[in-house]
């Protein structure tokens, strides 16, 4: 059975999509990126402040479903300037101390001209 996750604490979904879909005991998040919940307005416009809210929107949808950032088995990340990782790491670091797998990318353009993404997938038990 899938269950959608909605929590005010991130910005709501723009399009037919969820902020996360729960199946089979994993917990799979849509990307994030840095809008701030209720308004939809951009927070930031450095890479250190973007992934900062970024980090917060995920925290909020973990906590919605009862887990944390130790329960991440895996992240994909996406990057508008490869020259941004070693500033995007940092922040990242102090989210996911339990190193889950992790891809990470450079694409050409995010929604709004944005800095980063991220989309994670966890397990649902503690």
Not at 75 to 85: G, K, R, S
Request: hydrophobic content about 45%; some cysteine; proline content about 4%.
């Amino acid at each position: 059975m899938l269950k959608v996750t909605s929590t005010d604490k991130a910005p709501a979904a723009i399009g037919p999509y969820s902020q996360a879909i729960s199946a089979n005991g994993f917990l799979f998040t849509s990307g994030q990126v840095a809008l701030m919940p209720g308004t939809g307005e951009i927070v930031g416009t450095t890479i250190e402040e973007q992934a900062e809210r970024v980090m917060q929107s995920l925290k909020a949808i973990l906590e919605e479903n009862g887990i944390g950032f130790e329960q991440v088995v895996k992240t994909t990340c996406f990057l508008a300037d490869m020259a941004d990782f070693a500033a995007f790491n940092e922040i990242y670091g102090k989210y996911f101390t339990g190193k889950p797998a992790r891809s990470c990318v450079a694409v050409k353009e995010l929604p709004k001209k944005l800095l980063c993404e991220v989309e994670v997938i966890a397990v649902l038990e503690k």
